[in-house]
């Protein structure tokens, strides 16, 4: 159980990380890093970025200026070249991924299995994001898509009616799913 939680909660880290600092690299805007969604339990704000722990490790976010409506701001995600967004869309994947190949390979040679379990977690989180699945990272590119098809201000629109409802309908989901990983952690199936 606690290998499960650990790794799940580095994944977590990790993928956030890499969407936080690729989004600074390529001169984007954060405005909040969260580890965990609800109300932080701490929290500070650095160079423009408030950085939030909370109690519930469901997932995370990086939520950049210009991401979820017009900014005029030179900084603001709906001003990137179409590059530079999905660059930063898939960061937190393909850190997943990369990360989560290399932990699988080593523990799995040397019989590591804490490091092999966070290697599984790890790949499974950056595929799963990678999905056209609303509110994952996948979706992003579409929504891209969207503001140069119906154009900026209707394309976001969409794209955000679309992440909201997304992002509600896998919020319900996970919950669903805290019985069965409970019964996969008793009976030792998650680690």
């Known amino acids: 159980m606690i290998i499960f939680l650990l790794s799940l909660l580095i994944c977590i880290i990790l993928h956030e990380l890499s969407?936080?600092?690729?989004?600074?690299?390529?001169?984007?805007g954060v405005e909040?890093?969260?580890v965990g969604f609800g109300k932080p339990f701490y929290s500070f704000e650095y160079k423009g970025t408030r950085y939030n722990f909370t109690p519930i490790l469901l997932g995370g976010y990086c939520k950049v200026k210009g991401e979820t409506g017009i900014n005029p701001d030179k900084?603001?995600?709906?001003?990137?070249?179409?590059?530079?967004?999905?660059?930063?869309?898939?960061?937190?994947?393909?850190?997943?991924?990369?990360t989560g190949l290399i932990a699988f390979i080593i523990g799995r040679y040397f019989h590591i299995h804490p490091l092999y379990v966070f290697g599984y977690y790890s790949i499974l989180l950056g595929i799963?994001?990678?999905?056209?699945i609303p509110?994952?990272?996948?979706?992003?590119?579409?929504?891209?898509w969207l503001e140069k098809f119906m154009g900026k201000e209707r394309g976001y629109e969409l794209l955000n009616k679309i992440n909201?409802?997304?992002?509600?309908?896998?919020?319900?989901?996970?919950?669903?799913?805290i019985p069965w990983i409970i019964y996969m952690i008793i009976n030792g199936g998650l680690s």
């Open 32 to 34: 909040v890093f969260s």
């Open 164 to 177: 909201r409802i997304g992002f509600i309908i896998l919020m319900a989901l996970q919950v669903a799913c």
């Open 75 to 98: 900084d603001a995600f709906c001003n990137l070249i179409y590059t530079k967004k999905c660059l930063m869309i898939v960061a937190g994947c393909l850190t997943n991924l990369v």
């Open 128 to 132: 799963g994001n990678l999905l056209p």
């Open 135 to 144: 509110a994952l990272d996948g979706f992003y590119p579409i929504g891209v």
């Open 19 to 28: 969407h936080l600092i690729v989004a600074k690299k390529i001169g984007c």
